[in-house]
């Protein structure tokens, strides 16, 4: 995209990128959608998500692994932390977890997590349907819906034969949502709205325990993505919040999309930020997401780097 073109609009509702606890019992009844467990920490050990599906997932779900199937990793650390997928093992790894074509998907993860704003994130960007439980497993474990430890969960019997050919080669577009280059970002910092959704003491540069330099893209403002969480007036435990909290806590970038001036996202490595996309698209805003995030941008000597508020 250009840095300095309008804002996008996506012309979504919140019920096109959301779906409720009792929506996802009627569909899962119906056999009417494939359900994914992206349960993911950032710091903690590898398969630690997995081995919490194995303990207690919903009925039906099966585990796909962010950074096995909603990243890469080129080794080069101007790339950022999580680069975006290669489109070749995004395809099997999506395949393998019983995507098709033509069936709606959703995901969910837990309380802190990101990997489900992340995972709607790519599966949008490859062009397939998705949505985010709201709340997450906690969500619906509040709502007394029973959860298993089966080994055995399948994809669905009822999944359509139109995808994956021979082989489990399942066919994906990418380019279904608008992403920023340093550049961009750069400029829209200059010139437009660029949001920083990391704690405020590593946007200040305070502190900075992942990456090598500390502070932020400049001109950007911070909005924490912890405020992209629950609030007392939602009524899933860890899901989104209302649209009024959510228009008092995004007023930044919804002025600036609402004036037609560029906008955009980032965080640590592209996984938290995707959040703040998620929460956008419920009020109908497509943001851009620059994927390599601060992780990319600390990691480049030529990228310059301010601090305080």
């Known amino acids: 995209m250009s840095a300095c073109g309008p804002a996008y609009a996506a012309g979504m509702a919140r019920a096109d990128v959301l779906v409720t606890v009792p929506e996802l019992a009627a569909a899962l009844e119906r056999d009417a959608v494939t359900l994914l467990d992206v349960r993911w920490r950032l710091g903690e050990p590898a398969a630690a998500g997995a081995a919490r599906y194995a303990?207690?997932?919903?009925?039906?779900?099966?585990?796909?692994?962010?950074?096995?199937v909603l990243t890469r990793h080129t080794g080069d650390p101007r790339d950022g932390r999580h680069p975006l997928p290669d489109v070749d093992a995004l395809a099997a790894g999506l395949a393998a977890a019983g995507v098709r074509v033509g069936r709606p998907v959703v995901v969910y993860d837990e309380a802190g997590s990101f990997a489900a704003g992340r995972a709607w994130w790519v599966l949008r960007w490859a062009g397939l349907e998705v949505r985010v439980l709201d709340g997450g497993i906690a969500a619906w474990q509040s709502a007394g819906m029973p959860v298993t430890s089966s080994a055995g969960d399948a994809p669905a019997a009822g999944a359509p034969a139109?995808?994956?050919a021979a082989g489990g080669r399942l066919e994906v577009q990418l380019g279904g949502?608008?992403?920023?280059?340093?550049?961009?970002?750069?400029?829209?910092g200059?010139?437009?709205?660029?949001?920083?959704?990391?704690?405020?003491e590593r946007f200040r540069?305070?502190?900075?325990?992942?990456?090598?330099?500390?502070?932020?893209?400049?001109?950007?403002?911070?909005?924490?993505?912890?405020?992209?969480f629950a609030g007392?007036?939602?009524?899933?435990?860890?899901?989104?919040?209302s649209e009024q909290v959510l228009r008092e806590r995004l007023a930044p970038l919804?002025?600036?999309?609402?004036?037609?001036?560029?906008?955009?996202i980032y965080c640590g490595s592209g996984v938290s930020a995707a959040q703040g996309v998620l929460a956008l698209a419920t009020l109908g805003v497509?943001?851009?997401?620059?994927?390599?995030?601060w992780s990319a941008w600390s990691n480049d000597p030529s990228r310059p780097v301010a601090t305080g508020d």
Not at 178 to 184: K, N, Q
Not at 254 to 264: C, E, V
């Open 286 to 293: 497509d943001v851009p997401l620059y994927p390599g995030s």
């Open 55 to 68: 303990v207690a997932h919903l009925p039906g779900a099966r585990f796909l692994d962010l950074e096995t």
């Open 162 to 164: 139109d995808a994956p």
């Open 177 to 188: 949502l608008p992403t920023l280059t340093a550049d961009e970002a750069a400029a829209v």
């Open 205 to 228: 540069g305070e502190t900075e325990p992942l990456d090598p330099k500390a502070g932020h893209i400049p001109g950007a403002v911070n909005v924490p993505v912890s405020g992209l």
């Open 254 to 264: 919804l002025k600036a999309a609402a004036d037609g001036r560029p906008i955009g």
């Open 190 to 200: 200059a010139v437009g709205t660029l949001v920083d959704v990391r704690a405020p």
């Open 232 to 241: 007392a007036d939602t009524a899933y435990p860890g899901g989104m919040p």
